[in-house]
């Protein structure tokens, strides 16, 4: 001990003169400045005592595994243990005989397998003699076994017949239901690794109204398995229509103390009923049907596998990427659609009318964010184009998939190569548990991809200054002076001329570079009328918008032929901060942001270079621009 001591003083020199006026040690001279100094200083790391989401968490809300009755019954056979174990980063077989894997693990996932008949699929495949005395239940069975297109008609004639509510009485037993719905939460449940990796409990509910009529949602729990075990998941044999979903959400909330959330998806396959302003069943909607939507359904999947449905090229001739991955041909059964339907069926246009409908109700019903999922039948989420494993198993890799139809109802077909590879949701969460990942989506700090991981920030606020641009870490800066993205503008300061925003994206370092950024701004004018406009606010290279405000285009490095491209144009990053021009402050306003990539190959040229037999015709596209699309950030006039 005493030698210890000695050594120490050593090492230290006290000036004589004046007495402690500094201080030389092996690590240099104290003074008492310096050291006062110290303590004062505000810290030098920038990460440092930070409680703002720092990176995305990326995930899947929208699965379907074989416990879905329509994909067990078109051939899928990977459960939600196997689907779970693939989110994680393990490689599993697919329904074909395929080994498949990620690319890289997500962070979270939810299993939505359809709450409808859940699991009785697989016992009328079995041969359950409780479902072999119904013949129509007799006759799925033999097809099943059959396999092939004599089980994909089955799958067909199960999604008409649920349409049309005239599906076999004994698929809708409840003590079924429950006794698999507690066998899925287990499962579930086994795979929630608070920290490392979220598996969220939820179902489909999946409403076909009126025939194939598009009004499905995903029911998101904040709960584990202890509280979504206590009530019966809500089928469209209980009912068809969204308001008594919500009724039941709300019956759930009071019953158990838990959480739940709504998120519909493919509007552009609902016949114009997605965002009518009357319900399915023919009534006017009021205050009370918009604060109740506003409530339980934050969020819209705006793309998917089934197409995307941000907007219609025919509602916005002046937005070049408009026509991204079109499904508008019919509904889910492809019955025909009617003039003025397509307006009511594409989340902009709802956007728009959620303001105007604010102004009548008091709520705005369609104040949503935006994600994207994939809604594949296969038990695998597969995103990326040189590893799509399609919507069934039927589109699983083959050269079969180059001429096969992905739906066939009476002849009204859609093709295998019009299902596109999308998409992905990012969370921005605080921490990889299932409350801050809920909580993230509750409050629409989210975005949505085709697929990529683009990485993307996108704040609102009246302060911005381009300096914030110049940094490579826009949280702090974003969270300091505005708000993120999913949230509302802060009241005007004194003097404030205009709303700025700072936006910032990052290429999937397995995609291609970025085009551009835009935002895009939805408002209603002075005249009641629904306005739009598409803003391009930092983009790739030395490019110069021409007389008519369009920029020209980035270029194309794609080669099809082999499926390659090259990172010679679009940039890494972008970053900007943008002041609106057209500001009114009398008029309410929504902005979003949309990421562009640099074109590069779409899963169909990769099939077609891999598969010799692959016999694509000259009208079937082998390249795509792949986007983000962020959750919005809204202006209110009287805030």
Sequence with gaps: MSRHIVSIAFAITISASPVLAQVTTDSGTLTPERIERFFNQPGYSPYAGRSYPSLPLWGEQHLHTSWSPDAFGGGTRVGPDEALQY???????????????????????????????????ASIYEGDPAFMSDPTLKRWHDEMRKGGAAATAVVMEMITLQGEGKIPPAMTDQTTQMDMWQKMTEIVEGHNQPGIFTALIGYEWTSNYGGGNNLHRNVIYRDGKDKADMVRPLTTFDTELPRELWDWMASYEEKTGGRLLAIPHNGNLSNGLMFATETPDGNPID????????????????????????????????????????WDKGNLNVVPKEPGMIEFEYAREALKRGLKLE?????????????????????????EENNFFGKFPASEPSPERSTGNAFDFDGRTIKDWQLGASGLTAVWAAENTRAAIWDAMKRKEVYGTTGTRIGVRFFGGWEFVEEDAQG????????????????????????????????????????????????????????????????????????????????????????????????????????????????????????????????????????????????????????????????????????
């Design 87 to 121: 989110a994680k980063g393990g490689e599993i077989t697919s329904s074909t005989g395929q080994p498949v894997r990620l690319s890289r693990p997500y962070d979270w996932m939810v299993v939505a397998d359809h709450s409808d008949a859940l699991g009785v699929v």
């Design 287 to 326: 205050a009370q049907w918009a604060e109740t939507r506003a409530r339980w359904e934050p969020l819209y999947e705006v793309t998917q596998g089934k197409g995307t449905s941000e907007q219609h090229p025919s509602l916005a001739p002046a937005d070049e990427f408009a026509n991204f991955e079109i």
């Design 359 to 383: 102004d009548e109700f008091g709520t705005n019903p369609f104040k949503f964010g935006l994600l994207g999922s994939t809604d594949a039948h296969t038990g695998i989420s597969s995103t």
């Design 472 to 639: 490579r870490n826009p949280g702090p800066v974003g969270y300091g002076k505005g708000v993120p993205m999913g949230a509302d503008m802060p009241p005007a300061p004194e003097g404030a001329a205009a709303p700025s925003f700072l936006v910032a994206a990052i290429k999937d370092p397995l995609s291609g570079n970025l085009d551009r950024i835009q935002i895009i701004k939805g408002w209603v004018d002075a005249a009641g009328e629904m306005q739009e406009k598409i803003y391009d606010v930092v983009w790739s290279g030395d490019r110069t918008p021409g007389d008519d405000g369009k920029l020209p285009s980035v270029g194309d490095t794609v080669d099809v032929a082999k499926a390659t491209w090259t990172n010679t144009i679009g940039a890494p990053e972008l970053i900007a901060v943008w002041t609106d021009p057209d500001f009114d402050p009398a008029l309410d306003a929504f902005y979003y942001a949309r990421v562009i990539e640099i074109p590069t190959p779409r899963w169909t040229a990769y099939d077609a270079a891999y598969f010799e037999d692959a016999a694509f015709t000259d009208d079937v596209p082998m390249k795509v621009t792949e986007r983000a699309y962020t959750s919005p950030i809204w202006y209110s006039a009287g805030e």
